[in-house]
């Protein structure tokens, strides 16, 4: 079994019990069968068979007993005319309708005993020719007696009549009876096979359990020898690795899965010799390696130095999460309150309390990894601050780094440029003309004069919403004339023309328009 492997071995642990379990599984499928077949005549034959017998039965003693009342009430009612007789609408008595209604049961269960008799068994067809001759004798003697009574016959002859029916209904249900003891007897068989049956059953499973189990205990134990033993030679091994011996190799018994398994550790194991042999030769490049990157770090640092010493106008700073500097360099620091000297100190120890307060909001943010962009007024003079996220080997943020550029000269052309623009607006809206500025494809609207409501009738707004609202307004026959002139504009010529607008209200006017490129 050396070379079987654990997978088949553990299949085999299945199997074989299933093997036993599915041949007493048979055993018990065929002894089922016949406690089928014993439960299907039980609820098919003999149970059908004795509750049509037991309801002929009851239905023959309520023929017998109405009969025997009818009698009496005719014989108590010719001793006493006075006394009312119980009888239906038609005349019929109470006591006849109750035996018509019982023979129709009866004769209903008789029908359906025949029925049973022809197709699930015919053993007892002689049963069956006896309850129907007594049946008949039965019939006949009720009628008799009808008969008498209706012909007002002597009581005498009455009496004989029932004394008759006495005899044929204890034919009757003597018949009835021996149906019954015989369908009885074959119920107490079936119960007696059955118990047998279902006894022989709890023994096989019994048997097949017990039997499955000791084949599985077996079985087990085999295997669990198999696999530890070559385990604890493995185990051994590993602790002689562990303790530093790296030529330890396991024996190899089997060529199963764990046999397999101790291959691949001995193949390993070489292996991790071999890269220890390996590993020290690449700690000597390492070393090497090492120094010669260092002299590039330094030579890295010189170069980062010269770059910031030359950036125009501006400083870069590190700060920490305590706000500590951890690098302070570039012309432009001294602007904001820094210097080299203090490195290693609170940046917000050298700021106002108001400019403190603005520029730690904005250091908490970029430590929440947000890139911050800002303009400090410090002392009249305009700087742009950078504040970057740095993350570390984690991915985490462990500082910032500020970059500050001096925009004073900026934001002073700045602020000319816009007062520029305000006089210009100021100078558009004072004269009377309608001055505006379109993009070259006519579809932006740069600046349009206030007095654009006074000749079109819209809004000054309108005019930036929708920059062809004034084409729309052009007369249809002057519209090609104004399009040309446009197009000249355009290829850089200089164009006058006139054309006429339909004012909102309905007016028609004649205007002037100058355009140039």
């Given at each position: 079994?050396?070379?079987?492997?654990?997978?088949?071995?553990?299949?085999?642990?299945?199997?074989?019990?299933?093997?036993?379990?599915?041949?007493?599984?048979?055993?018990?499928?065929?002894?089922?069968?016949i406690l089928n077949a014993e439960f299907n005549k039980y609820t098919?034959?003999?149970?059908?068979?004795?509750?049509?017998?037991?309801?002929?039965?009851?239905?023959?003693?309520?023929?017998?007993?109405?009969?025997?009342?009818?009698?009496?009430?005719?014989?108590?009612?010719?001793?006493?005319?006075?006394?009312?007789?119980?009888?239906?609408?038609?005349?019929?008595?109470?006591e006849t309708l109750q035996a018509d209604e019982a023979q129709e049961?009866?004769?209903?269960?008789?029908?359906?005993?025949?029925?049973?008799?022809?197709?699930?068994?015919?053993?007892?067809?002689?049963?069956?020719?006896?309850?129907?001759?007594?049946?008949?004798?039965?019939?006949?003697?009720?009628?008799?007696?009808?008969?008498?009574?209706e012909a007002n016959a002597p009581l005498a002859d009455i009496v004989?009549?029932?004394?008759?029916?006495?005899?044929?209904?204890?034919?009757?249900?003597?018949?009835?009876?021996?149906?019954?003891?015989?369908?009885?007897?074959?119920?107490?068989?079936?119960?007696?096979?059955?118990?047998?049956?279902?006894?022989?059953?709890?023994?096989?499973?019994?048997?097949?359990?017990?039997?499955?189990?000791?084949?599985?205990?077996?079985?087990?134990?085999?295997?669990?020898?198999?696999?530890?033993?070559?385990?604890?030679?493995?185990?051994?091994?590993?602790?002689?690795?562990?303790?530093?011996?790296?030529?330890?190799?396991?024996?190899?018994?089997?060529?199963?899965?764990?046999?397999?398994?101790?291959?691949?550790?001995?193949?390993?194991?070489?292996?991790?010799?071999?890269?220890?042999?390996?590993?020290?030769?690449?700690?000597?490049?390492?070393?090497?390696?090492?120094?010669?990157?260092?002299?590039?770090?330094?030579?890295?640092?010189?170069?980062?130095?010269?770059?910031?010493?030359?950036?125009?106008?501006?400083?870069?700073?590190?700060?920490?999460?305590?706000?500590?500097?951890?690098?302070?360099?570039?012309?432009?620091?001294?602007?904001?309150?820094?210097?080299?000297?203090?490195?290693?100190?609170?940046?917000?120890?050298?700021?106002?309390?108001?400019?403190?307060?603005?520029?730690?909001?904005?250091?908490?943010?970029?430590?929440?990894?947000?890139?911050?962009?800002?303009?400090?007024?410090?002392?009249?003079?305009?700087?742009?601050?950078?504040?970057?996220?740095?993350?570390?080997?984690?991915?985490?943020?462990?500082?910032?780094?500020?970059?500050?550029?001096?925009?004073?000269?900026?934001?002073?052309?700045?602020?000319?440029?816009?007062?520029?623009?305000?006089?210009?607006?100021?100078?558009?809206?004072?004269?009377?003309?309608?001055?505006?500025?379109?993009?070259?494809?006519?579809?932006?609207?740069?600046?349009?004069?206030?007095?654009?409501?006074?000749?079109?009738?819209?809004?000054?707004?309108?005019?930036?919403?929708?920059?062809?609202?004034?084409?729309?307004?052009?007369?249809?026959?002057?519209?090609?004339?104004?399009?040309?002139?446009?197009?000249?504009?355009?290829?850089?010529?200089?164009?006058?023309?006139?054309?006429?607008?339909?004012?909102?209200?309905?007016?028609?006017?004649?205007?002037?328009?100058?355009?140039?490129?």
């Amino acid at each position: 079994m050396k070379n079987i492997s654990i997978r088949t071995k553990i299949r085999g642990i299945v199997i074989v019990p299933m093997i036993v379990l599915i041949a007493l599984s048979v055993l018990v499928y065929s002894e089922s069968s016949i406690l089928n077949a014993e439960f299907n005549k039980y609820t098919t034959q003999s149970l059908p068979i004795v509750t049509t017998l037991e309801e002929m039965k009851f239905n023959a003693s309520r023929i017998i007993s109405s009969v025997n009342e009818n009698i009496l009430d005719t014989h108590l009612g010719s001793m006493d005319e006075d006394q009312d007789r119980v009888e239906d609408i038609d005349g019929t008595s109470i006591e006849t309708l109750q035996a018509d209604e019982a023979q129709e049961s009866y004769i209903a269960a008789l029908d359906t005993y025949r029925s049973l008799v022809n197709t699930v068994d015919p053993e007892d067809a002689e049963l069956l020719v006896d309850i129907e001759d007594a049946t008949q004798e039965l019939f006949t003697t009720i009628e008799t007696i009808r008969g008498l009574q209706e012909a007002n016959a002597p009581l005498a002859d009455i009496v004989e009549a029932r004394e008759a029916l006495e005899d044929v209904e204890n034919d009757v249900l003597a018949a009835i009876e021996a149906g019954l003891e015989e369908e009885q007897e074959s119920l107490v068989d079936s119960a007696i096979r059955v118990e047998q049956t279902t006894q022989n059953s709890v023994n096989l499973a019994i048997v097949g359990a017990v039997l499955a189990l000791v084949l599985d205990v077996g079985l087990i134990i085999i295997l669990l020898r198999a696999i530890f033993g070559p385990f604890n030679n493995l185990i051994d091994t590993v602790h002689q690795m562990g303790q530093g011996d790296l030529s330890a190799r396991t024996t190899v018994d089997s060529m199963d899965e764990i046999g397999q398994l101790a291959t691949t550790f001995n193949q390993m194991a070489a292996s991790v010799q071999n890269s220890q042999i390996k590993l020290k030769d690449a700690n000597a490049n390492l070393e090497k390696r090492v120094e010669e990157r260092t002299t590039e770090i330094r030579e890295l640092q010189q170069q980062t130095q010269t770059i910031i010493d030359n950036l125009p106008n501006s400083g870069v700073f590190l700060l920490d999460r305590d706000y500590r500097i951890l690098l302070a360099d570039g012309p432009e620091l001294t602007g904001i309150g820094m210097s080299e000297e203090m490195v290693g100190k609170i940046v917000t120890d050298f700021l106002d309390e108001q400019t403190a307060h603005y520029v730690t909001a904005l250091y908490e943010r970029a430590f929440n990894g947000e890139t911050q962009e800002t303009v400090l007024e410090i002392e009249g003079s305009f700087y742009a601050a950078t504040y970057v996220p740095l993350y570390d080997d984690n991915g985490q943020i462990n500082s910032i780094l500020g970059m500050t550029t001096n925009i004073t000269e900026s934001r002073k052309a700045e602020q000319s440029i816009r007062e520029s623009e305000e006089r210009f607006r100021q100078l558009a809206g004072s004269i009377d003309e309608l001055f505006f500025l379109v993009s070259p494809d006519g579809q932006e609207t740069y600046y349009m004069s206030p007095n654009f409501e006074q000749l079109y009738g819209y809004p000054v707004e309108a005019a930036y919403e929708k920059p062809n609202l004034w084409l729309e307004l052009v007369h249809p026959e002057d519209l090609p004339n104004v399009l040309g002139g446009f197009d000249k504009t355009m290829a850089g010529e200089n164009y006058v023309n006139e054309f006429r607008i339909i004012h909102p209200n309905g007016d028609l006017k004649w205007l002037e328009s100058n355009n140039s490129l």
